[in-house]
């Protein structure tokens, strides 16, 4: 598939909003906030409660994370279609968290960040993204990724506290983004590969 800069726009979109956000008022912030038991009142937090965060360390952490997935994506140069694949997922992961009755509200970049890493982790194990190399760093991708949904049992443990951070931490996020990207990852393996071809960029190797 073609390479695309949208993925990197829609980085800059989730790092800018993001930050906005944080200096917003807190009746801005609470409205934007996806509550399980009100979202369809307010159906616009599926997606506006990515940006919010709930304290300095929280907001670091995402922006620090989402900076990596930007430049691994400067390197790999994903299509259209995996940021179309990455936008489907956003809502879709939010939503999800209603499968937990614990679940009383989640807000944050980290869930829609483990869905476009495992877009990604797909398209590189499917040989869509033309990279030297392909396979192996996706399936490093994906692996590191798996382990660390084992390490958090987040189907079991959706939500933990964090002393460090003095904040609860979704990790059923964590999980429904990582399922969603696998599933929409892999649905894009069935669309058709285009006809025009870019040189591949080089990576490390190893």
């Known amino acids: 598939m073609k ?9 800059a979109v989730h790092g800018v909003a993001s930050m906005l956000l944080w200096w917003a008022r807190p009746g801005a912030v609470d409205s934007l906030t996806w509550h399980a038991h009100d979202w369809l ?7 506006t409660s990515a940006w919010v965060h709930m304290n300095t360390p929280h907001l670091i952490g995402n922006q620090l994370a989402l900076g990596a997935l930007a430049a691994f994506a400067w390197v790999i140069r994903p299509s259209l279609a995996c940021t179309w694949a990455w936008l489907l997922a956003w809502p879709l992961m939010q939503g999800s968290l209603l499968l937990w009755p614990q679940i009383g509200y989640a807000v ?11 877009v990604l982790a797909m398209q590189l194990i499917q040989k869509r993204i033309p ?9 490093l991708l994906a692996l590191g990724l798996l382990v660390k949904l084992t390490l958090e049992q987040g189907w079991s443990n959706p939500v933990v506290w964090d002393p460090g951070n ?4 979704v990790q059923a996020a964590h999980l429904a983004g990582t399922l969603w990207g696998l599933v929409l990852g892999l ?13 591949a960029p080089s990576l490390p190797a190893h």
């Open 131 to 139: 990279v030297p190399k392909a396979r192996r760093w996706g399936g």
């Open 41 to 47: 009142q307010q159906p616009w937090t599926l997606w």
């Open 166 to 169: 003095e904040m609860s931490v």
């Open 108 to 118: 944050g970049l980290s869930g829609l960040l483990h869905a476009g890493a495992m």
């Open 3 to 11: 390479p695309s800069r949208s993925w990197l726009v829609l980085c």
């Open 187 to 199: 649905m894009l393996g069935w669309l058709p590969r285009g006809t025009a071809s870019a040189p």
